[in-house]
């Protein structure tokens, strides 16, 4: 069950696509990655889910990835006695600690940290950005502010605070709990949200360790400001587009996007593009062209994932918004342009071997016109030096490690096979060449050019470049 395009796709899992028959529907219709989104559901919800995927990866055969993305911290209004007030531009409101339920003059904001990071001048944004105010004066339990922007105030709506930096960990207890829980379950990626420092990345890494990769969400305007940092320190990055509009001008999000998803292929860290790809699939079973035109963006671009959150999550057509996607993607591979976009961008080597023969392995392909790629790896490492190349050849992945499989499920290109420890040199030929065309890669007669590291098994030990013949 080959996918015919390099870009992954990542779905969200809901209410509208949790049975296991939905899920191997979604497999089948393009998804590798399946998206817990453990800001929704209990335990119980998303290791129904867990069974689920496992139960249809063991029936296609194919490894499928687990991506666990945690809640963060959740900055909210307190309530409201009635519920919901109407505020008027130029009104002054009054934010504060006190329990008291608001009205149209103050509300409830539980969270000290953000009035010890306020100052005169400060936006808050309710609501996605739909309510603004402007702090005039604060102090250490209590903000006045005047409404820049009016609307509707109501019980727990989300506040936002651009270009402030708050003293807020990344981590939560319910998010230390739902780490420990989706590790325990084996989830494949945990993915971390808010975070605004480098700092916070090594904090969820002290708690997620090798068990799984880390995936950071970028979506606030601190976290691109130590991108370079944030990167180096992640497994893998994800555009979150929703905050990140909401805390940047709408006509920056674009060219932060083209960044993000540039420095993480110079990393090579894959990277996803989320977010409201596909949004009107929600309720209707076609796309507007302009969002036809976003996912095909992300893929011109490189991206090795492109996801669906509400669109199967509690979308009236999930299958329908993933075989959409699947079509956007493949057709853009398809272009003779999209490869010629992809090698103007160029990368810079390590001075390794490892760098060296990966490097190698994509230029003799292109050369030959080789079927595939084939990656012997046990961490992924080679694997993910292939990718950032950006070949025009398949990568055909063996790994004896099933996690490192499902973990790669994520990656540009990447077509992965669980296959037992190579003995030897001609060993590794043999599963070569007898993967690449049972998986329907390779025909009798094509080359593949095949990279691997001698001792057999070593991580980062990538040595060897040789090119083998499929002859059956």
């Not at 809901?14 to 049975?19: E, L, M, R, T």
């Not at 932060?256 to 996803?272: C, D, L, M, N, S």
């Not at 669109?311 to 490869?339: C, K, N, S």
């Not at 329907?440 to 080359?447: C, F, L, S, T």
Request: glycine share 8%.
């Amino acid at each position: 069950m080959r996918r015919q395009r390099s870009p992954k796709i990542v779905a969200t899992l809901g209410p509208a696509s949790s049975s296991p028959e939905r899920i191997r529907a979604l497999f089948d219709a393009g998804v590798d990655v399946f998206r817990l989104n453990f800001s929704h559901g209990t335990h119980d919800d998303h290791h129904a889910r867990f069974e689920a995927i496992r139960q249809a990866e063991a029936d296609t055969g194919r490894p499928i990835g687990i991506l666990a993305d945690m809640q963060g911290p959740k900055l909210r209004l307190g309530d409201f006695a009635n519920g919901a007030v109407e505020l008027a531009k130029g009104a002054k409101f009054r934010l504060d600690l006190s329990d008291e339920a608001g009205d149209r003059r103050r509300a409830p904001l539980p969270h000290p940290e953000i009035f010890a990071a306020l100052e005169n001048g400060t936006d808050l944004l309710i609501d996605d950005g739909k309510v603004r105010l402007k702090v005039v004066k604060y102090g250490a339990d209590f903000a006045e502010t005047v409404c820049v922007v009016g609307g509707t105030l109501s019980d727990h709506k989300g506040i936002n605070l651009p270009n402030v930096v708050l003293p807020l960990s990344a981590v939560t207890e319910k998010d230390r709990a739902d780490i420990a829980f989706a590790l325990q379950q084996g989830a494949d990626w945990i993915a971390l949200s808010f975070v605004q420092r480098p700092e916070d990345v090594a904090e969820g890494r002290k708690q997620i360790g090798t068990a799984a990769g880390l995936m950071v969400k970028l979506e606030k305007p601190s976290a691109i400001a130590h991108l370079a940092e944030i990167i180096d320190l992640s497994d893998a990055v994800m555009v979150a587009r929703g905050d990140l509009g909401v805390e940047m001008p709408p006509e920056d999000v674009p060219t932060i996007q083209r960044r993000i998803v540039h420095a993480g292929r110079t990393a090579g860290k894959p990277v996803v593009v989320a977010t409201q790809m596909l949004e009107s699939m929600v309720s209707a079973p076609t796309p507007t062209r302009a969002e036809a035109s976003d996912v095909a963006t992300a893929v011109y671009e490189g991206a090795d994932a492109v996801m669906l959150s509400a669109e199967t999550a509690v979308g009236h057509y999930p299958i329908e918004a993933v075989a959409m996607m699947d079509r956007i993607a493949r057709r853009v591979q398809q272009d003779p342009l999209y490869f010629t976009g992809l090698d103007a961008v160029r990368t810079e080597h390590e001075d390794s071997a490892s760098d060296a023969i990966s490097s190698a392995a994509c230029q003799v392909a292109q050369t030959l016109g080789a079927a595939a790629i084939v990656s012997f790896t046990s961490s992924g490492a080679t694997a993910l030096r292939a990718a950032r190349e950006r070949p025009a050849a398949p990568i055909l992945v063996m790994t004896p490690n099933l996690g490192t499989a499902r973990r790669l499920a994520l990656l540009w290109g990447a077509h992965c096979v669980h296959s037992a420890d190579i003995r030897g040199f001609n060993d590794m030929v043999q599963k070569a060449v007898r993967a690449a065309h049972r998986e329907g890669i390779a025909k009798a007669g094509e080359r593949v050019v095949i990279t691997a590291g001698v001792p057999f098994g070593t991580p980062g030990a990538t040595n060897i470049l040789r090119i083998a013949w499929v002859d059956r």
